[in-house]
């Protein structure tokens, strides 16, 4: 792939994908940083709604290049700048301990809330004070692979864009709508004036998801609502809820995570609202 073209931290672009690691630098520019071959391939495929190329910048090792020469060339497809650099300049950018050699610079990918509703979404994750960046991107992760029409971050949750939000992700961000920044209130409204039913995840619920899923009440369209690992959601997000429910613990640990738990919920739904096979004749 020939000799690297960027061979300075210093370099103005290398300078300008390093800011990104920080949050004010992403707002401002809207723009976030993309990590390692299975994030950078699907930056390299999605489009935004206004049909423009996700991959802005493409920063690669040679050897990196030479690996992921498919990758290289989705980045020239896509209209991305693609730079050559040493190992040393990829690490200067790099948010992990061992970086892999391909580092993205993206575009804001977030849809608008008003957006989510008006396609009557039927399965919907909100994301309500969740500051844990692993946990968001996770929970990205968990939603996608249910089924989700759209995942929803309200004010008080973790930034998208947090480089280990986008890495936990494992490039779902690319696969379904997000909203970014509502108010829970006003995520709770819109939602249930779309027509979805609103059921908060708490450990202490009073309802249990074997006996919703036992109901029959789980197969209309749905949001579910998650806290903060640590201390869960407050009682008034849980009151804007129209029910409040508890994922059951059959042995003796004492509780799940929020990505499993919210993975339990979102399976559940999407199992709920599968059409039923007919048996064999």
């Not at 040393?88 to 990918?109: N, W």
């Not at 998801?209 to 959601?233: R, S």
Request: proline share 7%; net charge negative; charged share 25%.
């Amino acid at each position: 792939m020939g000799t690297p073209e960027l061979i300075s931290p210093r370099s103005p672009r290398v300078a300008a994908a390093r800011r990104l690691a920080r949050r004010n630098f992403r707002s401002k520019e809207r723009r976030f940083i993309a990590e390692g071959p299975q994030a950078v391939r699907e930056a390299a495929a999605h489009r935004g709604g206004d049909g423009e190329p996700t991959l802005i910048e493409l920063f690669a090792t040679p050897e990196a290049a030479d690996r992921y020469a498919d990758i290289v060339e989705a980045a020239h497809a896509a209209g991305a700048r693609v730079h050559l650099a040493d190992p040393e300049v990829l690490a200067d950018v790099s948010q992990t301990v061992t970086p892999q050699g391909l580092i993205g610079v993206c575009r804001f990918l977030d849809s608008p809330f008003q957006e989510i509703l008006d396609a009557r979404p039927t399965l919907v994750a909100v994301l309500a004070n969740v500051r844990d960046p692993g946990n968001a991107g996770t929970v990205l992760r968990c939603a996608d692979a249910a089924g989700a029409d759209a995942v929803i971050l309200t004010d008080a949750s973790v930034d998208l864009y947090n480089p280990k939000s986008v890495r936990a992700s494992v490039g779902s961000l690319y696969h379904l709508p997000v909203a970014v920044g509502v108010p829970v209130e006003q995520a709770v409204q819109g939602l249930r004036d779309a027509g979805v039913r609103i059921l908060a995840a708490d450990g202490a619920g009073a309802d249990d998801l074997d006996d919703e899923l036992d109901a029959g009440t789980m197969g209309g369209p749905t949001a579910w609502v998650f806290g903060n690992e640590a201390w869960g959601l407050p009682e008034e997000t849980r009151a804007l809820a129209d029910a409040v429910v508890r994922v059951p613990i059959h042995g003796k640990a004492e509780s799940l995570n929020l990505a499993t738990a919210a993975a339990v919920c979102l399976y559940a739904s999407a199992r709920a609202q599968r059409p039923r096979r007919a048996p064999d004749a």
